[in-house]
């Protein structure tokens, strides 16, 4: 078994991937069996991420530690395994702390792109760490004509290419197509409602208990697309908007059916919602192909 501890691929290859791997995931169930948490004694848990990829002929998991610290922050890894669907050895073993990320904005703006109109001109970035320059630079790849608005309530030290940097939440939506929200937050950070028809707002999830981003209440108010259907188990505001009435059948397609072309398009008559929470199918992908690309530079070596 080949240990990565500094596994690289680059974003084309990364987008590349989840776009096959979801799409091939149409086919079957539509994105593997969901997160598993295993909470630990004292606090923190540990999450399971599974998911196979029958082309690659791998099994994989990914499994991501979250330990709290008595003084200083918490301890967060990641790991994924790949395995021979074959032979059932184990194939691979890659530190995924950086795939996480690289495969977190890779799948926001997967599903952008394929949200937003072909005109879309301005785009936010709400929350600007690692997670949140990221997203940009992803959306650069794919609509690199954007102008991107930045804004964090810690305060900005890195910059990613020619993001402009703002003083609110307000500043940065104001008249945007696409809003990717990529904070740590388990309360509201923007409410939908307040832009216009038509426009995109993205949400991620973190470790804080109950994360989200947007109001439950928004929900039904709102075009709503999701990473996969399995999400609405996990997702904070979608289970208390269920709660409240919201039915989840009302969400319009996972990615899966985004790439296949099988969602609608969305109404242009209310913002539109996507929201993802992290699945094994999207880290089984990226750790494939830095495992691909692991083999392809040990060959040229020789």
């Known amino acids: 078994m080949r240990v990565i501890t500094t596994p690289h691929v680059s974003e084309r290859a990364v987008l590349a991937a989840l776009r096959q791997a979801f799409g091939d995931s149409s086919h079957s169930e539509p994105a593997g069996p969901g997160q598993f948490v295993v909470d630990l004694p004292g606090g923190g848990d540990v999450i399971h991420y599974p998911a196979v990829l029958p082309a690659a002929g791998v099994h994989a998991v990914k499994v991501s530690p979250y330990l709290p610290q008595p003084a200083g922050p918490a301890v967060v890894t990641a790991w994924t395994l790949l395995m021979s669907l074959s032979t059932g050895e184990p194939v691979a073993l890659l530190d995924a702390s950086g795939l996480t990320a690289e495969r977190t904005a890779a799948t926001t703006v997967l599903a952008a792109d394929l949200l937003l109109p072909p005109d879309a001109r301005t785009a936010a970035v709400i929350g600007y760490g690692r997670i949140g320059r990221a997203h940009s630079r992803y959306l650069r790849l794919v609509r690199p004509g954007m102008t991107v608005r930045v804004f964090s309530p810690v305060g900005i030290d890195e910059v990613e290419g020619e993001d402009k940097v703002v003083s609110s939440v307000e500043e940065a939506v104001e008249g945007a197509d696409l809003v990717m929200l990529c904070t740590s937050a388990a309360d509201d950070v923007l409410d939908p409602r307040g832009l216009a028809a038509g426009a995109v707002v993205t949400s991620i999830s973190t470790n804080a208990p109950g994360a989200r981003e947007i109001p439950p209440a928004a929900v039904q108010e709102l075009d709503v697309y999701v990473d996969a259907r399995t999400s609405l188990r996990v997702a904070a505001e979608l289970l208390q908007a269920t709660a409240s009435g919201w039915d989840p059948a009302l969400v319009r ?50």
Request: charged content about 30%; aromatic content about 8%.
């Open 253 to 302: 397609g996972d990615l899966a059916d985004l790439v296949t072309g099988r969602a609608p398009r969305p109404s242009g008559e209310r913002p539109v919602y996507f929201r993802s929470v992290g699945l094994g199918i999207e880290d089984a992908a990226v750790a494939w192909a830095a495992y691909e690309n692991d083999n392809a530079t040990t060959e040229e070596r020789h």
